[in-house]
């Protein structure tokens, strides 16, 4: 920077030798174009490394008043100052390096007005003093200091204490600053890594806005103002001597640093530990020249100052003190470690202890497990053995009831009968004791009364039902047994199955177990709905079977008495009183007389049915007689799924009206609530149980169908075989039917249903101990439908029934003329009837063909 005095003649060649104009060499010089960038980054920026490494740096900008201190320093918003570009590089440095190393930073702004330090940051702290402290530093007692990283936390308080500075205008600047403004940021540094070797740096720096030297001529300044003045100039004056004798070379040199707080504050910053700028501010005005002649010498004699810079550490004893720390958490940890190690250690003892014991018992329990699934198999199997052996029972002793419900309706038949014809023979002895004409009653009416003495078939009945009790008492004792033998197995089954959770010693285990004992009761349950469904289908298939046959002989039934009816109307035949009654019967079959016997068999079969599908529930187990109903298994565990047995117990069960066996009372019993379930006394029954009476009622027919079918079928084969037409003229109606079964067949007994073939005018009639009518001829007092115009092939049938009734004419007069050698073969013609018209032969005698009693001989049809 040359400096040239304005004042000076170059034209002057006597003052030439005496030439004011002087040079002076700074480290950089900054014209009128320089940008505060420029500025920041010549002088300022290369401060920010040093800072951060533990180097204190000191920025402070000298000159007179007006030359720019205050802009260069603080700087406008759109161009900031050296505060400003300082902190901002200060903070992205730090960020830069904050992976590493942990910063903590502190800001303080103060001013020094007339010798007075001023928190700016807090004004309402009064005047501050400085102290000394230990290390000889200097310190401002009391100033606030913000810590903080945010920069722009920062730069608001920068602001903020801006406004609290003095600034007063004056002649010679708008906005004077009055007072001396240091900005003190308090830089600490260490790694994030602990190490006992870890090192804490601090670095101060201090950016100082100076007030301006002045003269009171040129700032006219008066009153506070020149006071101002004053004390500015002064502590100027004190740094001015600082730097005169800091920068003198040789000497002894004392530096006053007393004179004024400005340069006890800048102590460090001047001679001391400290990188400090100077920037010096001169007004290129030729008036300033005096203030910028001082202001370059006081910035050339400074250059000339020597510092000691030395890195701030702060780390040896305060490393030694966390080194101990360190040391006694390291013990800790180490402690805690083999305390730990220990416990681990203890713990993996006790879980191999633990395993071990577990491995023993699980082994155990494996093998116990095992055992009690064998003992659960075994206890299965034998329950699923003695539920065979019960339906086997039941089915037997459904076949029981069977067999005895024919025979007691045989019974029950015969008493009927036999109670009938006892009516009827006191009904005729009553007509004859107000008859005159008894001689030729006599001829019909038998004179004592009739043979109550029971026929072979009855007997038999009996000894059969005898003997069919026996056998379902034993039968049912069996089951009795079975069923007992069931619930201890069940009960087994069940301890068994009780134990599973307790010996079970893991979740699989239970899991396993538990599945096992469901698969079983699952085929228990199987094999139960099998056993229901056979019974089920056996009783079907009979009585389909049954149904079928009735049909079939329903239906030739209907046909030959419709074809026998037509007949008799189309040649207004004679109708002899027998099959006049054996019409009425015939319309009677189905009527009421025979409702109770149709409901008899009706409750049989339905009970039959019914039973066969419970056939374990023994709740429904009842015996003829007075036994009690069996034991009931109440507590079926292994089907307690099954829907059934609740069904069944519920289900309406019926029984066929007392039946008298030798004057004792033989019925089936019911439970009571039974009972007051027949499903006679209810008007509201279901849909299913209505089916099931009518499904029974036709069993019922189907049955007594069968009977009469058996009958024909069995007096068919009795036909012996045709005779010599040429001997036997009474013959020529049997010369044209084929003989039927083989001989060994003719001679046989007919069957017991041949019985119940009969009805009660059939056997009246057929033995002659019916109204004697028999020899009174009527016409038919009922035409049954007849074809009007019969079809081909009926007239063709009808032509060949003619024939054959012309030909039974003339067996029949035959028969009844001449003494038959055959008599039970001339009165029988056959399975058509035709053999109505013959009049029936009353055997005196047992029938020597079927050795059958004559009172019985209406079942004998060779009478
Ligand atoms: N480089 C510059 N560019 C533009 N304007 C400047 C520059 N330097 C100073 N000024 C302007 O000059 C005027 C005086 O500057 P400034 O207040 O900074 O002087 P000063 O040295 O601080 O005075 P004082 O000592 O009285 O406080 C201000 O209005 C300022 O804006």
């Not at 577990?358 to 659960?376: D, G, V």
Request: hydrophobic share 30%.
């Amino acid at each position: 920077v040359v400096l040239m005095d304005p004042m000076e003649d170059p034209d002057d060649v006597l003052r030439a030798n005496r030439s004011r104009e002087k040079t002076y060499m700074f480290d950089v010089a900054f014209d009128c174009s320089a940008t505060q960038e420029e500025v920041y980054r010549a002088t300022t920026k290369g401060l920010i490394e040093g800072l951060i490494s533990g180097f204190n740096a000191t920025v402070f900008a000298y000159g007179p008043t007006g030359c720019g201190k205050t802009y260069t320093m603080l700087g406008t918003d759109t161009e900031p100052g050296i505060y400003v570009r300082t902190l901002n590089d200060l903070f992205r440095a730090i960020e830069e390096t904050s992976d590493d190393m942990q910063y903590s930073v502190s800001m303080s702004y103060l001013e020094i007005y007339n010798e007075m330090i001023r928190d700016l940051l807090n004004p309402s702290s009064g005047f501050l003093d400085l102290r000394e402290d230990s290390k000889g530093e200097i310190q401002v007692a009391g100033i606030t200091e913000v810590s903080t990283i945010n920069a722009q936390e920062i730069m608001e308080l920068l602001m903020k204490g801006n406004k609290q500075r003095t600034q007063e205008p004056t002649a010679a600047n708008q906005t004077s600053s009055r007072s001396h403004a240091v900005l003190q940021v308090a830089v600490r540094q260490q790694s994030r890594c602990p190490d006992v070797l870890q090192e804490v740096r601090f670095a101060r720096l201090f950016m100082i806005d100076l007030a301006g030297s002045e003269r009171a001529a040129q700032t006219q300044n008066r009153g506070q103002r020149l006071k101002e003045g004053a004390h500015i100039n002064r502590s100027l004056l004190a740094l001015g001597n600082c730097i005169n004798a800091l920068s003198e070379k040789h000497g002894n040199k004392y530096v006053n640093y007393r004179d004024s707080k400005l340069t006890r504050l800048l102590k460090d910053s001047l001679g001391g530990n400290s990188r400090t700028i100077m920037i010096a501010h001169i007004s290129p005005a030729s008036v300033a020249f005096e203030e910028s002649r001082n202001t370059l010498s006081y910035a050339d004699r400074a250059k000339s100052i020597r510092t000691r810079v030395k890195r701030n550490l702060f780390n040896v004893p305060y490393h030694i003190a966390q080194y101990t720390s360190i040391i006694a958490d390291l013990r800790g940890e180490i402690q805690r470690l083999k305390s730990k190690i220990a416990e681990q250690s203890r713990r993996a003892d006790i879980r191999n202890v633990q395993a071990e014991v577990q491995a023993h018992a699980s082994q155990q329990s494996r093998a116990e497990t095992e055992q009690l699934r064998k003992k659960l198999l075994e206890a299965f199997r034998q329950q699923m053995d003695v539920r065979r052996s019960l339906v086997e029972l039941e089915n037997s002793d459904m076949d029981i009831q069977a067999e005895a419900s024919k025979h007691l309706l045989a019974i029950a038949d015969w008493e009927k009968e036999r109670s009938r014809r006892a009516r009827k023979w006191r009904a005729e002895r009553r007509k004859e004791s107000f008859s005159k004409e008894e001689n030729e009653k006599e001829l019909d009416s038998p004179e004592s009364p009739p043979d109550g003495s029971e026929t072979r078939e009855v007997l038999l009945a009996r000894e059969n039902l005898v003997a069919l009790i026996a056998e379902q008492r034993k039968v049912r004792k069996q089951k009795v047994a079975l069923e007992r033998s069931f619930q201890e197995l069940r009960e087994r089954a069940q301890h068994l199955e009780d134990q599973l959770p307790q010996r079970a010693s893991s979740e699989e285990q239970r899991e396993v177990l538990s599945l096992l004992c469901k698969v079983h009761e699952l085929e228990m349950e199987n094999a139960g709905m099998q056993s229901r469904a056979v019974l089920r289908d056996s009783a079907l298939r009979r009585t389909e079977a049954v149904v079928q046959r009735f049909e079939r002989h329903r239906e030739l039934c209907d046909k030959i008495i419709q074809q026998q009816r037509r007949f008799i109307d189309d040649r207004s035949l004679l109708v002899s009183p027998q099959l006049q009654d054996l019409y009425e019967m015939y319309a009677r079959e189905l009527d009421d007389r025979n409702l109770d016997r149709l409901l008899a068999l009706n409750h049989i079969a339905l009970r039959t049915l019914k039973v066969g599908l419970v056939p374990l529930t023994s709740s429904h187990f009842y015996k003829f007689g007075n036994l009690e109903p069996c034991s009931i298994i109440d507590n079926n565990r292994v089907f307690k799924t099954s829907p059934h047995p609740l069904q069944m117990k519920n289900s309406v069960v019926m029984t066929p009206p007392p039946i008298h066996i030798n004057g004792r009372e033989s019925y089936e019993r019911l439970a009571p609530s039974m009972r007051s379930r027949d499903p006679l006394a209810h008007a509201s029954l279901r849909r299913t149980e209505r089916l099931e009476i009518l499904n029974g009622v036709k069993d019922i027919t189907v049955k007594a169908a069968r009977r009469r079918s058996k009958a024909l079928e069995t007096d068919a084969l009795r036909i012996p075989p045709p005779l010599d037409p040429t001997k036997h003229k009474s013959s020529l109606s049997l010369s044209e039917a084929p003989p039927r079964g083989p001989p060994r067949q003719r001679g046989r007994r007919p069957s017991p249903e041949l019985r119940h073939a009969t009805s009660d005018d059939n056997l009246s009639s057929s033995t002659g101990e019916g109204p004697s009518r028999q020899g009174t001829w009527t016409r038919p007092r009922h035409r049954p439908h007849a074809p009007k115009n019969p079809t081909p092939g009926e007239q063709d049938f009808e032509a060949r029934r003619r024939k054959r009734r012309s030909r039974s004419f003339e067996v029949t007069g035959q028969a009844v003329s001449s003494p038959n050698p055959h008599p039970h073969l001339a009165s029988f013609c056959g399975p058509d009837l035709t053999a109505y018209w013959v009049r029936p032969i009353t055997h005196s005698a047992p029938c020597k063909l079927h050795r059958r009693s004559p009172s019985f001989s209406s079942l004998c049809y060779c009478s």
